[in-house]
C-alpha cells in the first residue's frame, strides 16, 4: 500500500500507529491492572503503572459477595435466549427474502430493515406498558422478548445476503427430488451456512449481554437483575465507588464476550460488513 | 409473542409440501405461499415488539399522558407547542447535534487511519487487527467504568499524566463539568466505535486495485498523493455508508453517557436519547417523552434513507 522505504515515512507511520495502538489499548491494560491492584496502591494521585503488589482482593470479594454471579447467570439466561430466539426468527426470515420471490417481500425487507432507525429509547417507552400488560414486567421473558428490538433487523439482513450467496441450484434439485421445503432448507441450507447461523447467535448475544437501557429498566427486582445495570448498582452508586471491585467485576463480565470473539472474529466480521461494501 | 415463536416449529410443516408435477401457475402460487410462511414467524415478532411500539409512542406524542392523567388524553399539537417553547429541550437538540458530529467525525477519523495502518503488512498484523476489535465488544458498563476510572477527578491516570507532563496545574474534575463532560462521553464512545468503522474500511480496502496503485508509484505518485488520489476516492462509497451508521448510531447512544454522566452535570450531556429516558421514565410524562422521541426520529430519518436506498441496492 504505503512506500515506507524512506525513514520520515516509517517514523510517520510508527507514530500514527502508536498513538492510536496507545488510544486503543491502554485503558484495556488499565482496567486490567487496577483490577490486580489493592485497595491502598489503587487510590494514589500520582498512580503506578503495574501492579507493585499483586492483590486478588477485588476479586475474591467480587464472588463472596454473590451478587456478581447471580448477575452473570441472569445475563447468560437471558442472553443465550434472546439470541436463540433471535436467530431462530431471522433464519426463516432470511431464507425467505433470499430465496422466494413473491409480491410485498420488498416492502416487508424494507419495513424491517428501516426499523433499525427506530430509537431503542423511544421503542422502550411503549414496550414498558405493553411488557406490563402482559404481566411481564420484571421478568426474564419480557426482557427477552423485547431483545428482538434490538438485533432482528440486522440479522434478517445478514442472513439474507449469506442465503443470496447459495447457489439455488442444489434447492431446486431437491425440490425435483420431491423433498418438502422445510426439509430442504433444514438438511440442504442450514448444513452449509453454519457460520452465518453462529455469527448471527452472537450477534444477538452481544446486544443483550451488553445492554443497559432496557436491562435496567424492564428490570426491577435485584434477584433477576442481569450484569450492565447490576454492575453499576453495585459498584457506582449514590453511597460509594468501589472502583476496585468495578474493575475486577468487569473483567468477569467480559471475558465470555471476548473469548467467543477471539474464535469466531472472522466470520464475524465477515457477516457484520457483509452488504455495505460492494 | 411466545405463539408467534412456536409457530416457526411445526405449523407450517403440513403446507409446506411441494410436488414436483405442479404447474407453473401453482409454482408461483406456492412460492408465494412458502414465501410468506417462512417470513410470518419473524414478522408477527416484528409487528408486536416493533412496529405496535413505535407507532403507538408516534401516537402518545399528541397525547397528555403522565401522572396526572392515567389515560391518553388527545391534544393536538399542544406537546410541541411546549417543546418550541422550551429552552431545556431545544439545548437538548444542540447538545445532540455536538455528540453526534464530534463522535462520527471521531471515529471515522481513526477508524480510517487505523484501518490504513493495518492494512500495511508487518509481522503481527492478524493479532493486532483481532485485538482491535475488543472496545467494541466490551458491555456497556464496562465501558463507561473503564472511562470512568480513566476520568475520574482524584485518582484518575488522566489529571495524573496531564499534571505531570505540565498541560494542566490542578487535576481538572472531568465529569463534573460541561466540556469536560462531554469530552469524556466523545472520546469513549469514538473508543469503541473505531475498531467496526475500521473493519469496514479494511473490506473497502481489500478491493483496492493492487497493480494500479504500484503504475501510480512508477509514475512517481508519493505516499500522500496516493492517498488523495487512488485510495480515498476508491473508499467514498464505504465512507458514507460508515458515516451514515455512525450518525444513526451516535443519535440513538444511551448507555455509556447515561452510565457516566447520567445527562449531567446539570443538563451538559443531556442527549437526545438521555431527554426521553428521563421524561419517561424518571417524570412519568408519556406524552412529552414520545413527542421529544417523535422529533428524534425525524432528526434520524434523512440518514436513514441513505442507508436504506444502499442496502437495498441488490434486493
Redesign the interface.
Known sequence: ????STPL?RAV?AL??GL??L???F??Y??VI?AFKGNAE??????TLYPHKLSLGHFTNAFEQGHLLRNLRNSLIVSCSAAA?NT???L??G???AK???????G?????????????????????P?ITDLGLIDTR?GLI??Y??FA??VS??ML?SYF?QVPSEIIEAA????????RI?HTIVMPVSIPAVVTVFLYGF?WS?????YAM?LIVSEEKRT???G??LS??NEVNSD?GG??AA?IV??AP??LA??FL?RWF?QG??A???? | MAFAVQDSGKGPAAALRVSPHAERGGLKARERRVGWLFLAPALIAFVAVILVPFLRALGLAFTRYDLQTPVPEFIGLGNFHAILTSPEILGSFVTTAIYVVLATAGSVLLGLSWALILNQPFRGRAALRAMSLIPWVLPSTVTAFVWGWIFNSRFGVLNALLTSLGVIDYPTAWLSTSGGAMTAIVITKVWFSVPLFMSFFLAGLQSLDKEQLEAARVDGAHNLALLRDHILPHLKPVMLVVIVLGVIGNLQHFDTIFALTGGGPVRATSVLSIEVYRRAFDQWDIGMASAVGLLWVATILPAAWFYLRHLLKGA
Do not use: C, H
Open positions: 500500500m504505503f512506500d515506507l515515512a507511520f500514527m500507529m492510536i495502538a488510544f486503543l489499548f485503558p484495556i488499565w482496567l487496577s489503587l487510590y494514589q494521585i500520582i498512580p430466539l431462530l426468527l431471522a426463516y426470515a431464507y425467505s427474502f422466494f420471490r413473491y409480491a410485498g417481500r420488498r416487508v425487507m424494507i419495513l424491517l430493515l428501516s426499523a433499525q432507525v427506530f430509537p431503542f429509547g423511544l421503542l422502550l417507552i411503549s414496550i414498558y405493553i421473558l422478548l423485547s428482538i428490538v432482528l433487523p434478517t439482513y439474507y443470496s425440490r425435483a427430488d420431491g423433498a418438502s421445503e422445510l432448507f452481544m449481554w451488553n445492554d443497559l437501557l429498566t450484569l450492565g445495570p454492575m453499576l459498584y457506582l472502583w468495578a474493575m468487569s463480565a467480559s464476550i471476548v470473539f477471539a472474529q466480521i457484520v460488513t452488504g455495505s461494501v460492494k
